[in-house]
């Protein structure tokens, strides 16, 4: 029995371990998977002001994850200095963020169980009576701003803890585009508006016109909404996960 992605080539633009998780389910509904890193993530180097922030932990009444990879990097800054304290309440974006930190223990984890992104977050009860309250956000260098501004505006005293870096993966994107402009392309993935414009940095001129004839699939509007974006014949928008991702890809039909 043929799988609903039957001869279709998607491109997988999120670090490789992700994208080999991901590429299994799709692979499994018949795709093609190429798996092409448009973004990494490196540690930052520990600090003296990162390690005086993680000892003051158990000041804070509310930490909040903004991906695996800050759960990854954050859980570590702080084991350095000690048990994570009981009575910090914890909040995460994103199903699999939050997956992450009951995987590393902390199971009572405020997270939205649709939205997977800051607005979903912000809109949830829990996170409305913040005045006086003192935040800590994990994330990497730099990013959206919307967290600490929405919650400052309701009294919340908000610091960032970043404890990692994204960067821009040095790859070979020849063998990439040769496969597209034979044909066996047809969708690619892209988490995150930055790895969207790593990616049409990386494959170069040369992937122009396959671009011009291929879908993007994205799990945001706003990923949408960017200039990179309408290089792409088409753009969807998938739910969130691999169901979503497979969901979405479905959608595209193949011309032999």
Known sequence: MSGR???????????????????????????????????????????VALEALAARLPTFDLAIFVS??????????????GSWPRRLAVAAIGEATAQALRNSGIEDVISPPERHDSEGLLALAQLQPVKGQNVIVFRGEGGRERIKETLEERGARVEYAECYRRV????????LVESWRRG??????????????????????????????STLVVPHEAIA?????????????????????????????VTP
């Open 5 to 47: 992605l039957e001869g279709l080539g998607v491109v997988l633009t999120r670090p490789r371990a992700a994208a080999e998780a991901t590429a299994r389910p799709l692979e499994a509904e018949g795709a093609r998977v190429f798996i092409f890193p448009a973004l990494g993530i490196e540690p930052i180097a520990s600090t």
């Open 68 to 81: 695996a990879n800050a759960v990854e990097h954050g859980l570590a800054l702080t084991s350095r200095a």
């Open 168 to 175: 821009k993966p040095q790859a070979d994107a020849r063998p």
């Open 184 to 213: 066996e392309i047809h969708a690619v993935s892209a988490l995150s508006a930055e790895t969207l414009r790593n990616f049409v940095a990386m494959a170069g001129p040369e992937a122009q016109v396959p671009m011009a004839s």
């Open 225 to 253: 909404a960017e200039r990179e974006a309408r290089r792409f014949a088409r753009v969807e928008i998938a739910a969130h996960g691999a169901a979503g991702l497979v969901e979405a890809l479905s959608r595209i039909r």
